[in-house]
């Protein structure tokens, strides 16, 4: 097995800034993605021009149109695809896993369907013994293949294996900090992105930076009442994952999550404000899951409610903040 082979499945945006990121750390990544076309065009021309036109591929980034090629003999895959093909791409490559090989994965979001956290997925598909860790953070994919500074979270549940991969990303503008709580740090993830609609929908309703604040603030509870319920850590998600990611994807445009709200918050449809985006925006689903598993845990979340109410119950946006401010007087921390 070689060392310092990296395997990065996913060939978008997220997933190309990661592989240009490891092979400019000194890793020799191979780049697979599921549309050959678009792996080709990869391979000619030395960059990725529909997600990232202006950043070159260094050397030691090979793209590859056979995913059998891409993990053959690799230290550790690395999968970047987005939430919905992740059991797929898992099951694609099962067969073939190499012997001693790690797995990790930058995606963000729950399983579609049976609302399983993506690390009780890589354990149905891959088993439980197989060494295992989830990168997660406030990340733009396109600051992150520019080398701008950047901080991320590797948990693991075996502290061999998040401090080895950490050490894999680990760079002068890149810090990658380890931890052992999977679950906070997949929950920070998922939950971000509903709750980066929800900011999306309030600014595009031109209720200001007040109104904004307020929303990731008590989003932010939402969040760790629903991440320790689970068995996540308080400490986590006011860390990288879950505080730091909630702020980017609520704050900043590259989010397409805060994007797709706003255009909803602007009187768009469902559709039309995905077309508007062009990409996957995971939060659509995740609010479908969140709400779904946060009914069957008994825990309150009135801000992903509303949310889902607006994707999936034809609300209106206005109506749904309304029914926010119209919750009755309480105290903050009850």
């Known amino acids: 097995m070689a060392d310092n082979t990296i395997a990065v499945l996913g060939a978008g945006s997220w997933g190309t800034a990661l592989a240009v990121h490891l092979s400019r750390n000194g890793a020799h990544v191979r780049l697979w993605g599921r549309y050959t076309a678009a792996i080709e065009s990869l391979i000619r021309d030395r960059r990725n021009n529909e997600f990232l036109p ?6 030691l980034l090979e793209p590859v149109t056979d995913i059998g090629r891409a993990i053959a003999k690799c230290s550790n895959v690395l999968i970047a695809v987005p939430s919905i093909a992740f059991r797929s791409t898992l099951e694609g490559i099962a067969p073939d896993f190499p012997a001693g090989a790690s797995v990790c994965w930058a995606t963000k979001g729950l399983e579609q369907g049976s609302n399983k956290l993506l690390h009780e997925v890589v354990i149905d598909v891959l ?8 990168i997660s953070g406030p990340t733009f994919a396109a600051e992150v293949a520019r080398g701008l500074p950047t901080a991320v979270t590797v948990a693991s549940p075996d502290p061999d294996t998040a401090n080895r991969i950490a050490q894999q990303f680990h760079s002068r503008t890149f810090r990658a900090y380890t931890s052992d709580d999977v679950v906070g740090v997949e ?29 990731i603030t008590r989003g932010m509870v939402e969040m760790t009442r629903f991440g320790v319920t689970l068995g996540g850590k308080r400490e986590t998600l006011m860390g990288l994952s879950g505080l730091g990611d909630l ?3 609520c704050t900043d445009n590259q989010s397409r999550n805060r994007r797709f709200g706003l255009a909803m918050g602007q009187g768009h449809s469902v559709e039309q404000a995905l077309q508007s985006i062009s990409q996957v925006v995971e939060g659509v689903q995740t609010a479908r899951e969140i709400y779904e ?15 889902y109410a607006v994707i ?11 029914s926010l401010l119209e919750r009755a007087q309480k105290a903050e921390t009850a």
């Open 293 to 307: 598993l946060a009914k069957s845990n008994g825990v309150p979340m009135p801000i992903v409610e509303q949310v």
């Open 187 to 215: 929950v920070g993830g998922a939950i971000k992105n509903v709750l980066a609609i929800a900011a999306g929908i309030s600014d595009g309703l031109g209720f200001g930076a007040n109104a904004r604040a307020a929303l």
């Open 247 to 249: 702020i980017l994807t």
């Open 54 to 59: 202006d950043v070159a591929f260094p050397d």
């Open 312 to 322: 999936y119950q034809n609300v209106a946006p206005r109506e749904a903040v309304q």
């Open 127 to 134: 088993g439980e013994n197989r060494p295992m860790a989830v």
